[in-house]
């Protein structure tokens, strides 16, 4: 049985996709609940080293839109553990991080309790800026952490609601504190109960925080900020609070304040400024007071209501500021183009066609779990990864996809068109799985065309209003449940993983010069012409000749001299392989093709399917 074959029948199994696609129905009625007043409501919303952080190969990173790159640098010259440096003072702030203490011992936890003379120390400028989460996202506040002393940002906090976290912050000197929280380590998942207990710390944290009389600057972990965003935050000392929002149609097109009367979205608490005002205050206290009493409120919903409560008039003069709130609460919104989220950002890149430099991007208007946020961050190159990352044992395979124009370009976007772009570039990508498998390599995957966008509500394809120009690279998880296909299961049922990585890996300034300089061209050929014979050696330097619908047996022939090839790419992968000949190969090879099925029909077909 042949590759296709086996996929064929997987995919033709009707029962099991009636029973999938009543399960996902029932999902998009409820998340369509939230989508709406999200984006369309205006008055409701929804111990180790850390020498690869510091070493030159990972300062740098280039915007996958622009192409820009910019470059980073480390201070690493003072302990951690020493002598906190006195506040105000950037250059002390900036000689205590990154290097780990010269103790060996570790603190008693009452060091590190959240107290006015510990925020002091870390402050700048009268301000602080401070993320929080669990161990489970050490690598997202290792890069949060990251961009911003790249930019010369050394005023931060980082809140540890485990101790795991704590100690492993302390110990690669980035400073800590304890939250207290008694938190699991684990990803405690998206609308969880424990991701709602997280919300709530965050407005203890944010209530706590701003008697001592600081202004907080306060992020979510699964963003990244890519320009020192304090020069802009100083534009508007008039405000009390400037918000991020869920907007996803531009209100300007330069870097002044959305306009506040055309943001129908839902204002984002993953980044959001506080000035210690009685008025920011007030708002604080009685946020947390309405998330303590109901524990069914969601943290950004019960915000959105408050700060709405009173929406009106602008403040005098001209910098976009809004009387919110009680009436006396001065409240700006960030503009959507710079102060990126997952949708203007990856789909739109807003802040590209408005030729404005992005300061931040949080990962929302995504899917796929944290590992669909990772996978993002990575696919832009401004996640940081240690160094083995970047050189997989078994090395690399990558491939150059073929797309004829009239694929992308003719006729209308509609499900048909787009249906029948993503089924031929997905024909290509599960024989790179295939030949992945054989070669016991690592997939590079391509980048992906889209003639429509993804949203888990009923839409014409696109957010009408905003930047979306069709057709788009789109992110993985678009397309793939990320979170399933990186997801170790048991081998004897689903066969050995296959690892992937992110379209843009190769132009990743972090990936060695020893891994792309050791690469092997593969040319397809017409298999039994004079110059298409299977060998292991190559016809020219750096490249053979590969015949076309190659089994595995011949695979495992042609590249048995170059198993030390980091990185093997494909001219082509148009009839690149025939299919396995071992029928376990075929067994285990088979739950995948279903789950590429699932991935793709599920979010892309529904809307007919339901009709």
Not at 69 to 81: E, K, M, P, R, Y
Not at 185 to 206: A, Y
Not at 532 to 550: A, D, H
Not at 562 to 587: L, N, P, Y
Request: glycine share 6%; with cysteine.
């Amino acid at each position: 049985m042949g590759l296709k074959d086996s996929c064929q029948e997987v995919a033709s199994s009707r029962p099991l996709f009636l029973t999938i696609y009543a399960t996902v129905i029932a999902g998009i009625v409820l998340s369509s609940l939230y989508v709406f007043s999200a984006v369309f409501s205006a008055n409701k919303s929804s111990p180790d080293s850390t020498s690869w952080l510091s070493s030159p190969s990972s300062l740098s990173y280039v915007d996958s839109h622009s192409g820009q790159a910019f470059n980073s640098s480390l201070a690493t010259t003072v302990g951690a553990a020493a002598p906190a440096p006195s506040s105000q003072h950037g250059d002390a702030l900036a000689n205590s991080m990154w290097v780990p203490p010269k103790s060996s011992k570790m603190p008693s936890l009452k060091t590190f309790r959240l107290t006015k003379e510990l925020v002091e120390q870390r402050v700048k400028d009268n301000v602080i800026i401070v993320t929080f989460g669990n161990y489970a996202f050490m690598d997202f506040i290792l890069s949060w952490v990251k961009h911003l002393t790249d930019l010369n940002v050394y005023n931060l906090l980082v809140g540890a609601m485990d101790t795991k976290l704590l100690e492993a912050l302390y110990w690669k000197g980035i400073p800590v504190f304890d939250m207290g929280s008694h938190m699991s380590t684990v990803d405690v998942g998206w609308g969880s109960p424990t991701f709602h207990k997280m919300g709530r710390e965050k407005v203890i944290l944010i209530d706590a925080i701003l008697p001592f009389g600081y202004e907080l600057l306060m992020c979510d972990t699964d963003m990244v900020w890519l320009k020192n965003p304090l020069p802009y935050l100083a534009r508007y000392p008039e405000a009390d609070v400037l918000t991020s929002s869920d907007q996803v149609v531009p209100t300007v097109v330069d870097d002044r304040l959305d306009i506040w009367q055309q943001v129908g979205a839902a204002y984002n608490i993953g980044i959001f400024h506080w000035r210690p005002t009685e008025s920011a205050k007030k708002l604080a206290k009685e946020w947390k007071d309405m998330l303590l009493a109901d524990e069914k409120i969601w943290d950004q919903n019960g915000f959105n209501d408050i700060v709405r409560r009173q929406l009106g008039p602008s403040v005098d003069g001209d910098d976009g500021l809004v009387y919110a709130f009680d009436g006396s609460l001065k409240l700006g919104v960030l503009p959507a183009s710079i102060f990126c989220s997952g949708h203007t950002y990856f789909v739109q890149a807003m802040y590209q066609q408005l030729r404005l430099q992005p300061y931040a991007v949080h990962t929302t208007f995504q899917y796929a779990g944290t590992e669909g946020k990772r996978h993002r961050l990575r696919e832009a190159m401004v996640f940081y990864d240690p160094p083995e990352y970047y050189d997989a044992p078994g090395g690399f395979l990558s491939f150059k996809p073929s797309i004829p124009k009239s694929l992308l370009l003719d006729g209308d976007h509609t499900i048909d068109t787009h249906f029948t772009l993503i089924n031929y570039q997905m024909k290509q990508i599960r024989t790179a799985l295939a030949i992945s498998l054989v070669l016991n390599r690592t997939l590079i995957m391509p980048p992906l065309w889209c003639r429509l966008d993804r949203l888990w509500f009923p839409h014409p394809g696109f957010l009408e209003g905003s930047m979306t120009r069709l057709p788009f690279i789109c992110p993985l998880d678009h397309v793939f449940e990320v979170n399933v296909m990186l997801k170790e299961m048991p081998e004897d049922e689903f066969g050995p993983g296959i690892n992937i990585r992110e379209y843009s890996l190769l132009d990743n300034p972090s990936m060695p010069k020893q891994v792309k300089e050791s690469w092997l061209d593969v040319k397809l050929c017409q298999g039994g012409t004079k110059d298409c014979q299977v060998t292991n050696s190559t016809s020219s330097p750096g490249m053979i000749r590969l015949p076309k619908r190659s089994n595995e047996e011949t695979l495992k022939t042609a590249f048995s001299s170059f198993k030390d090839i980091k990185v093997i790419q494909f001219s082509s992968m148009q009839d690149a392989f025939e299919g396995f000949t071992d029928q376990v190969r075929i067994h285990l090879y088979s739950p995948f093709c279903l789950a590429i099925v699932v991935s793709f029909a599920t979010f892309y077909s529904l809307p007919d399917a339901v009709a």
